[in-house]
C-alpha cells in the first residue's frame, strides 16, 4: 500500500478500536493530513476493492475494517418527538432533516439491516413504558408496525407527530399513552403514517 492509503488504514483500525465505531471522512482527512477529500475516498474505494475494508454509502460512520466488530453504532438525532399531545411536525425547530447530533448506541440494539434515526422525547404520555420528558427514542425507519409496537406516527391531517402505542380497531387506529391520567387518540388508517418503531430509549442519569 502507498504510504497514505497506509496512513488511512491504521488510522480507522485504531479509531474502531478505540471508539467502536468508524471515524467519518472528515476525520480521516484531518487526522492523516490528506490535502483532498477526493483523496480519501479514492483510497477508500481501493481498500474496499482489496477487501480490507467494507463500505455502507447510506451511514455517515459506515465503514467497517474487516475481521474487526463494531461496537457501536452511531445514530443521528433528527428532532422531537411529543410523548403527550401531538407537536407539528415537520418544523425549522422540531424536526430536522439534517441531524441535531449524533448518539452511541450499543451495535447489538440494532437489527440487522435496519436504518436507525433517534428523536428526543418531549412530554410524560409514556411514563409508564419507561420513556420520561428528555429521553431519546431510537428508532427504527419502518412504515408499519404490529398493535402494542411504540411507534412515532404523523397524522396527515393535523400535520403532527407523537410517540404513542398503536392499536388497531375496527374502523380506526389507537394511538395509546402510557400514563394513566391521559387519554387515548384515534384516528382514522388514511390519517396516519408511521415513522418509525421504538427499538431502544437512552436516559441521562442526572
Known amino acids: 500500500m502507498s504510504d497514505n492509503r497506509t496512513r488511512i488504514f491504521e488510522f480507522i483500525k485504531n479509531f474502531v478500536r478505540d471508539r467502536g465505531y468508524a471515524p467519518t471522512m472528515g476525520e480521516i482527512q484531518k ?6 477529500r477526493s483523496v ?8 474496499e476493492r482489496e477487501g480490507q475494508i ?24 433528527l428532532g422531537t418527538v411529543a410523548a403527550g399531545e401531538p407537536i407539528p411536525v415537520p418544523t425549522e425547530d422540531t424536526w430536522h ?3 441535531l447530533e449524533t448518539v452511541e448506541v450499543p451495535s447489538d440494539f440494532i ?4 436504518q436507525p434515526y433517534a428523536l428526543k422525547v418531549k412530554g410524560t404520555s409514556m411514563i409508564d413504558a419507561l420513556v420520561d ?13 404490529d398493535d402494542g409496537d411504540m411507534v412515532a406516527a404523523w397524522l396527515k391531517d393535523e400535520e403532527e407527530a407523537t410517540l404513542k402505542k398503536l392499536y388497531r380497531e375496527k374502523t380506526r387506529i389507537r ?3 402510557a400514563n394513566q391520567t391521559m387519554e387515548p387518540i384515534f384516528v382514522s388508517p388514511d390519517n396516519i403514517q408511521v415513522q418509525g418503531k421504538v427499538i431502544a430509549v437512552l436516559r441521562r442519569i442526572k
Do not use: N
Open 31 to 36: 487526522a492523516c493530513h490528506i490535502s483532498a
Open 40 to 47: 480519501v475516498e479514492y483510497h477508500l474505494k481501493v481498500l
Open 54 to 77: 467494507k463500505r455502507d454509502a447510506d451511514v455517515i460512520r459506515g465503514i467497517q475494517v474487516v475481521g474487526m466488530g463494531r461496537r457501536a453504532w452511531p445514530v443521528p438525532v
Open 97 to 99: 432533516a439534517v441531524a
Open 111 to 114: 437489527p440487522a439491516g435496519a
Open 133 to 145: 420528558d428528555g429521553d431519546i427514542v431510537v428508532l427504527e425507519s419502518v412504515s408499519t408496525a
Open 175 to 177: 394511538l395509546q399513552p
